[in-house]
């Protein structure tokens, strides 16, 4: 049963964690112990996470890993990654490699353009709201001057207002969809100012217009907000090979070369015809694309959204990549609008994200897409790779079985014997736990059998 308080985000983070614990916790002094623990040593930094959130009371610590050996467009990157599942940086590091031996990723922009809505309605004409547009365009572009100045400096701003009819679907709906250029930054603020702005020069224009009745000057501004939908900021990242460098990997499955890039490709294929497997095969190029994009301070669940989005753009939700076997060569691709930003935000805020983008060489966002991309291009393959020679648990459960050993309170020489005994058993908590009760026993067995009487 839940217990309701008021004014809960006025106390003081020692008055919060006091509520919580007396309220909530089991073990109220270990709670507060916890909670303390998890704070950073260095108030400044610690301040600058409170400020992050409302209500803050401690930090939730994930493991910020290294996947090397990237080589995109000719530059070699170490690559940040900030994920909890195991064996998610191993696998996009084996690939790194992998590919780094063929030639690297290669991956290009394909556009750049944010996007931002005005949702009003207006009971008039729709005709005739077209027809006063082109001067209500010109009014919204110049009402909102001040705003845009600093982004036009930088070679961004608005780039296009298209006037939307969508009576058709709901009475009075029209929508300003706006095109921007937000440059190096994810806009978020930018853009959602602009809008707002728009939303008071349009009940301006309104009032103002001569010749309008009572009900047309009324245009009602239901919201004004950026879309989370970018299909226009694309990037596309692939890598191709001639199969015979499959030779190694498929002959240690008893497989030829082209019967390996065949089941890959028959993999994807998969993928891009059933939504049930292409949510778990686009799952796993997240993997790989969230990671990057929590480690560099951009905001994750703006991605997943715009990606899976993109992979229904035709009607029915599908892979994001795409394998091909042509003339003896394996090509396999992604393409995936990443709307993500390396200054602003979190970027410059988060110490981590901001040593991130220094280990990637202070990337621009056009850049910091290309990384992105492979990333998940990366995982994915890896994933594919996995699940179509030796399965996926092999390398799981390599993972799984140092958490379980680790949750266990092993010993470095029973995590050993562990691993040992486990590479060719089934790992289960119950089985590794069995294993060491076993150990512990006959040790202590063989302790009492020694000490003298
Ligand atoms: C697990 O996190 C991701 C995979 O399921 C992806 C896939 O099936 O392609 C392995």
Request: net charge negative.
């Amino acid at each position: 049963m839940s217990k309701a308080i008021d004014g809960f985000s006025k106390l003081n983070k020692q008055q919060k964690i006091g509520w919580l614990t007396e309220h909530y916790s089991g073990d109220s002094e270990a709670a507060a112990r916890e909670f303390a623990q998890w704070q950073h040593p260095d108030t400044q930094v610690q301040k600058v996470i409170d400020g992050f959130t409302e209500n803050t009371i401690s930090n939730y610590t994930l493991p910020y890993s290294i996947a090397p050996n990237f080589l995109i467009n000719s530059k070699l990157y170490a690559v940040p990654m900030v994920i909890e599942e195991s064996s998610v940086v191993a696998a996009a590091s084996s690939a790194a490699k992998f590919w780094l031996e063929r030639g690297g990723f290669h991956a290009e922009i394909a556009g750049t353009v944010k996007l931002g809505q005005l949702h009003f309605r207006w009971m008039g004409d729709p005709e005739r709201l077209q027809r006063m547009f082109p001067e209500i365009r010109t009014l919204l572009m110049s009402g909102s001057d001040d705003i845009t100045t600093n982004m036009r400096r930088r070679g961004g701003g608005i780039r296009d207002i298209e006037l939307l009819d969508f009576t058709h679907a709901e009475p009075f709906y029209f929508q300003l969809r706006v095109s921007f250029e937000t440059c190096d930054s994810m806009g978020a603020n930018f853009i959602n100012s602009v809008l707002e702005r728009f939303g008071a020069l349009l009940e301006q224009f309104m009032t103002e217009y001569p010749g309008l009745d009572d009900a047309e000057r009324d245009v009602d501004i239901v919201m004004a907000i950026l879309s989370n939908y970018t299909p226009e900021c694309l990037v596309r990242a692939w890598v191709e090979t001639p199969i015979a460098s499959f030779d190694d990997l498929a002959r240690s499955q008893g497989m030829d070369a082209a019967a390996l890039a065949d089941r890959f490709a028959t993999a994807v294929r998969i993928a891009e015809i059933d939504p049930y497997r292409a949510t778990t095969h686009n799952k796993g190029i997240f993997n790989g694309i969230d990671a990057v994009v929590l480690a560099t301070g951009n905001d994750f669940r703006a991605i997943e959204a715009c990606g899976h989005t993109y992979a229904s753009r035709d009607g029915q939700y599908r892979s994001l990549s795409h394998c091909t076997v042509e003339n003896g060569v394996f090509r396999f691709e992604l393409r995936i609008p990443l709307a993500l930003g390396t200054v602003g935000g979190l970027t410059a805020l988060h110490p981590l994200a901001k040593r991130s983008l220094e280990i990637l060489g202070h990337p621009s966002s056009c850049d910091l897409m290309c990384i992105v991309a492979s990333v998940g291009l990366a995982q994915n393959f890896a994933a594919v790779r996995s699940l179509i020679t030796t399965g996926i648990q092999q390398g799981h459960m390599k993972m799984h079985l140092i958490n379980i050993l680790n949750h266990l309170g092993a010993s470095e020489e029973e995590s050993a014997a562990a691993q040992y005994f486990f590479q060719k058993q089934t790992v289960s908590f119950s089985a590794v736990r069995a294993f060491l009760e076993s150990r512990r026993l006959a040790s202590e067995e063989s302790t009492s059998v020694s000490r003298p009487v």
